[in-house]
Each structure stands twice: as structure tokens, then as C-alpha cells.
């Protein structure tokens, strides 16, 4: 069974920078898309970034471009995901998620096209 576990979520202030991490067990991260989604209490989960591992994209959402970047290492079969110049908005709880199934490579940016998802990590970004 594919388990994805998130780490690295803590309190920052703003203006300050966070990595996140999520590792895969059970599953390989080298042909599905994986995503960060983020969740902010009485809102909505929202699509953050996600990468390709065969194809080499990625995508962001508008609210994190230029200040977010995500990346991979095969090897320890982990994604990452670098948060910097936060944001009191970033405040969250960040989930990555891995695609399955036939169209397992392509970079969604819709959660329920995600079928595995890690229990998710808290970050604060305080004024």
C-alpha cells in the first residue's frame, strides 16, 4: 500500500523560509505526478505546485509563483517543496498527494485526481 508522509511544517514569520518534504513508501515517485495542495481552516484544499518526474514540468499556482519552488530526488524517493518570502496567507496545512492509475503522469491541478495523500503538515506564518 503507497503511503506518503509530509514533514518539515513548524510556525515562521513572514518573510522567512520553509521546506517541506514528502517521502513515498510502498510506491515510486519516477512515473506519477505528485502535488503539494494546502488547506487553511473554513477554506477550501487549493492546488499549490506539482511535478512531473518523466516529462521534468511543473506547475504552480498563481498565489506561490516566484516565491515557491518544488523539486525531487529519485534516489531517496522524495519530493520537496521550498516556501520562501511567506506570508500570513500561506498559513496552512500542506498535503502532497500522487496520482495512479492510467493518467498517472499528468500534472492535475485537481485534487480529486489524486489518489494517494499524506496526513498533511502545519504551517504558520505569523505577521
Known amino acids: 500500500q503507497v503511503q506518503l508522509v509530509e514533514s518539515g511544517g513548524g510556525l515562521v514569520q513572514a518573510g522567512g523560509s520553509l521546506g517541506l518534504s514528502c517521502a513515498a513508501s510502498?510506491?515510486?515517485?519516477?512515473?506519477?505526478?505528485v502535488a503539494w495542495f494546502r488547506q487553511a481552516p473554513g477554506k477550501e484544499r487549493e492546488f499549490v505546485a506539482v511535478?512531473?518526474?518523466?516529462?521534468?514540468?511543473?506547475k504552480f499556482a498563481d498565489s506561490v509563483k516566484d516565491r515557491f519552488a518544488i523539486s525531487r530526488d529519485n534516489a531517496k524517493n522524495a519530493v520537496y517543496l521550498e516556501m520562501d518570502s511567506l506570508k500570513p496567507e500561506d498559513t496552512a496545512v500542506y498535503y502532497c498527494?500522487?496520482?495512479?492509475?492510467?493518467?498517472?503522469?499528468?500534472?492535475?491541478?485537481?485534487?480529486?485526481?489524486?489518489?494517494?495523500w499524506g496526513q498533511g503538515t502545519q504551517v504558520t506564518v505569523s505577521s
Open positions: 498527494a500522487m496520482r495512479a492509475g492510467r493518467y498517472s503522469g499528468y500534472m492535475s491541478l485537481t485534487e480529486y485526481d489524486y489518489a494517494y
Open positions: 510502498g510506491g515510486s515517485f519516477s512515473s506519477s505526478a
Open positions: 511535478t512531473n518526474w518523466t516529462r521534468h514540468g511543473t
